[in-house]
């Protein structure tokens, strides 16, 4: 089981920016797709940024692409850490964030189902 301890959330104005960290522990995530998620009050949770533990491969929603990046600090000694880089925030990007790990094959890496191992959640609340 990976163990993941989300930070870095809180209010900003529209235009600013923000960045979470998702600190993973436990079983190793080789070989996981790790993934974050947003769910704002009476929506879906939506997947914003995924990346292949361990190499560049990543992906982005639509609607944070070219704002968000998404990036893994996995230094021999550090501690694995997944951040979301986010820049020119709106409004409408405030939900509860969560970081999501999970081996994935064969499903959509977009679908939070797909992801076993999930952290608590951290608020960013973009005002306009």
């Known amino acids: 089981q990976v163990q993941l301890v989300e930070s870095g959330g809180g209010s900003v104005q529209a235009g600013g920016s923000l960045r979470l960290s998702c600190a993973a522990s436990?079983?190793?995530?080789?070989?996981?797709?790790l993934a974050w998620f947003r769910q704002a009050p009476e929506k879906e949770r939506e997947g914003v940024a995924i990346?292949?533990?361990?190499?560049?491969?990543?992906?982005?929603?639509d609607s944070v692409n070219g704002r968000f990046t998404i990036s893994q600090d996995n230094a021999k000694n550090a501690k694995n850490t997944v951040y979301l880089q986010m820049y020119s925030l709106k409004p409408e990007d405030s939900a509860v964030y969560s970081c999501?790990?999970?081996?994935?094959?064969?499903?959509?890496?977009?679908?939070?189902?797909?992801?076993?191992?999930w952290g608590q959640g951290t608020q960013v609340t973009v005002s306009s």
């Open positions: 999501a790990a999970g081996r994935i094959d064969g499903g959509s890496i977009w679908d939070p189902r797909q992801y076993n191992n």
């Open positions: 436990g079983t190793s995530t080789s070989r996981h797709w």
């Open positions: 990346i292949f533990s361990g190499s560049d491969t990543r992906y982005y929603a």
